[in-house]
C-alpha cells in the first residue's frame, strides 16, 4: 500500500481554514486519497476522497497536486467540533480495507 | 441520515469466554467490516464481508475470531476464547460497493469497547 505522511499536530485557529497536509509520493495511478477523522475515540468518520481532480463537499475540500504525490486537506472554517485526529488514507488496488496511519491531531483553538 | 449502530457501547468479560459483537450496517449496505483500536494506537483491519463469506482478513483474524450475518439486519463479530490482549475498541462499518472509486467509502459505528479481565 501506498504510504502516507502526515504530520502528528497542528493547531488552527476557530473560524480559520485548517490546511492539513499529506504526502504518499509511492501513489499508484489507479488508487485514491480517502480523509476520515476520528473525534475522540468515536468511530471514523469518512469526509471526502478523490483521484486526481480537486474535490469539495460539505464537509471539507481536498486539493491533490498534479503529480498526486502529495494533498491537502482543507476545513473552509474549523469550528471547536472539529478538533479530532485526521486520517490520510491511500486506498490499496488489491483490497478493500482501510490502513489507519497515525494521522494529524488536529486542535482547534477559541 | 443513516447510520450503523452497535451493541453493547461497551463489554467487560473475563479471559477465556466467549463475546458477540453486534452491529447493524446501513440498510442498503452489502459489504461489511469489522476494525480494531487498542488504546493508544492505530484502527486496524480485522476483517470484510460480503454475500455471506469473509472477503479479507488481516493476521489478526485468526481462528479465535468469527463473523456472521444471521438475519437480513445484523452483523456480529465473535471471539471465541478472549485473552487479555483483546481489549480494544472495535468498530464495525459498511459500504455500499467494492473497491476503488465512488460508493465505496466506508460508513464506521460508534464502536464497542472489549474490556477482557
Known amino acids: 500500500d501506498a504510504k502516507t505522511t502526515q504530520p502528528p499536530s497542528m493547531d488552527c485557529a476557530e473560524g480559520r481554514a485548517a490546511n492539513l497536509p499529506c504526502n504518499h509520493s509511492t501513489i499508484s495511478g489507479n488508487e485514491y486519497v480517502y480523509w476520515y477523522r476520528q473525534i475522540h475515540s468515536q468511530g471514523p468518520q469518512y469526509i471526502i476522497h478523490g483521484l486526481k481532480n480537486n474535490e469539495t463537499n460539505e464537509m471539507a475540500s481536498l486539493i491533490i497536486t498534479e503529480d498526486r504525490k502529495s494533498s491537502t486537506l482543507i476545513l473552509p472554517h474549523a469550528t471547536l467540533r472539529d478538533t479530532a485526529v485526521y486520517y490520510c488514507?491511500?486506498?490499496?488496488?488489491?483490497?478493500?480495507?482501510?490502513?489507519f496511519g497515525t494521522g494529524t491531531s488536529l486542535t482547534v483553538i477559541p | 441520515e443513516p447510520e450503523v449502530t452497535q451493541t453493547p457501547s461497551h463489554q467487560v468479560t473475563q479471559m477465556g469466554q466467549e463475546v458477540i459483537l453486534r452491529c447493524v450496517p446501513i440498510?442498503?449496505?452489502?459489504?461489511f467490516y469489522w476494525y480494531r483500536q487498542i488504546l493508544g494506537q492505530k484502527v486496524e483491519f480485522l476483517v470484510s464481508?460480503?454475500?455471506?463469506?469473509?472477503s479479507e482478513k488481516s493476521e489478526i483474524f485468526d481462528d479465535q475470531f468469527s463473523v456472521e450475518r444471521p438475519d437480513g439486519s445484523n452483523f456480529t463479530l465473535k471471539i471465541r476464547s478472549t485473552k487479555l490482549e483483546d481489549s480494544a475498541m472495535y468498530f464495525c462499518a459498511s459500504s455500499e460497493g467494492w473497491g476503488l472509486g465512488s460508493y465505496n467509502e466506508q460508513f464506521f459505528g460508534p464502536g464497542t469497547r472489549l474490556t477482557v479481565l
Open positions: 488514507i491511500v486506498r490499496v488496488d488489491t483490497g478493500n480495507q482501510f490502513y
Open positions: 464481508f460480503y454475500n455471506n463469506e469473509i
Open positions: 440498510s442498503n449496505h452489502l459489504y
